[in-house]
């Protein structure tokens, strides 16, 4: 495994690829510009087996990036390490880059979240990106569900995540995306959200890409047909595992889903890698409720477990 020598390098927070959606709007802000010490958030946590429990065996964190120590709180899986991450600054602002990497020895077992939504400010120059890398080795089961993204009116915004994921190992990772801070009006108001999701092996190949535009200003915009179609929150749900056939995971989250008030659809993934589903959903209750539920059934599915009660604050 590689050491990164200077996380505060550019080549290493910055995204290899911007869309050009974003990266038109890239400037030098009046107040701390991108790079600036405070600009600047790292979290790597690597995690490794050590005897019939998940351990915390290296971290490197730089605010505003932070976690929790590890809970053991699946009483179904006592081994099984469950971190919250937290942003100390509130939110994510204008210029802000963020890099999080979470590293899953062989065998491990581990639930990543976050203490809360997170919510990306109102940017008048430049934009903010999140980058997220999450590898999976053999044997491993591996659950990273954030709390949803909450994008205020005039925000920009990219994050770009890739799995890697070993042939042997699961890792179920979801995301929601709101379409404002609706309670105050603010229904995709926000200027861009892009991103783009990767699932690789560990040699590199390339397995299933899944992207997202969000451009309210553009012609057709994002409340039509095949984006959020009126609806305010959009949720995924990614499962890859060989521990079943695919279509049976498919079939699962299909099931799990019905009979929810939210629209929503599942099919497998290429190379029958595992299966997705995504959820239109008009309140967050019933986003929540619906991710949830689709959890909870590929979790009894592939581990035969429920799944665990998170409390938040």
Same mark, same amino acid.
């Given at each position: 495994m590689a050491i990164v020598r200077d996380r505060l390098a550019p080549e290493h927070y910055e995204p290899v690829r911007l869309p050009p959606e974003l990266s038109a709007f890239s400037g030098m802000p009046d107040t701390l510009g991108p790079g600036s010490a405070a600009k600047v958030g790292v979290l790597e946590l690597t995690f490794a087996l050590r005897g019939e429990r998940t351990e915390l065996v290296e971290r490197y964190q730089k605010a #505003?990036?932070?976690?929790? /120590? #590890?809970?053991?709180?699946?009483?179904?899986?006592p081994g099984m390490a469950c971190v919250y991450?937290?942003?100390?600054?509130?939110?994510?602002?204008?210029? @802000?880059?963020?890099? *999080?990497?979470?590293? !899953?020895?062989a065998g491990t077992q581990v639930l990543l979240t976050t203490q809360a939504a997170t919510k990306i400010y109102r940017m008048e120059q430049d934009y903010a990106t999140q980058l997220v890398h999450l590898t999976a080795a053999s044997g491993c089961y591996v659950e990273y569900l954030p709390d949803p993204l909450i994008p205020f009116a005039g925000s920009r915004f990219h994050q770009g995540t890739v799995l890697t994921v070993d042939e042997n190992a699961t890792v179920v990772?979801?995301?929601?995306?709101?379409?404002?801070?609706?309670?105050?009006g603010e229904r995709h108001a926000y200027t861009s959200l892009t991103? @783009?999701?990767?699932? /690789?092996?560990p040699?590199? /190949? *390339?397995?299933?890409? @899944?992207?997202?535009?969000?451009?309210p200003e553009q012609p057709g915009g994002v409340t039509g047909p095949g984006v959020f179609a009126g609806h305010?929150?959009?949720?995924?749900?990614?499962?890859?595992?060989?521990? !079943?056939?695919?279509?049976?995971?498919a079939d699962t989250l299909h099931d799990a889903l019905t009979g929810h008030e939210v629209?929503?659809?599942?099919?497998?993934?290429?190379?029958? !890698?595992?299966?997705?589903? $995504?959820?239109?959903?008009?309140?967050?209750?019933?986003?929540?409720?619906?991710? $949830?539920?689709?959890?909870d059934a590929v979790r009894r599915l592939l581990i035969g477990h429920p799944a665990p009660d998170l409390r938040k604050p």
């Open positions: #505003p990036l932070a976690i929790m /120590r #590890p809970l053991y709180i699946d009483t179904a899986l991450t937290m942003a100390t600054g509130g939110g994510i602002a204008q210029a @802000d880059r963020n890099r *999080l990497d979470f590293r !899953c020895g990772f979801g995301e929601t995306v709101m379409a404002g801070r609706i309670a105050r991103g @783009d999701l990767e699932i /690789r092996r040699d590199g /190949r *390339l397995v299933a890409v @899944d992207t997202m535009r969000l451009l305010g929150h959009v949720a995924s749900l990614y499962v890859v595992s060989g521990r !079943c056939p695919a279509a049976d995971i629209l929503h659809g599942a099919s497998v993934l290429p190379d029958d !890698c595992g299966a997705w589903t $995504r959820i239109l959903a008009r309140e967050q209750p019933r986003a929540a409720n619906a991710v $949830r539920a689709a959890w």
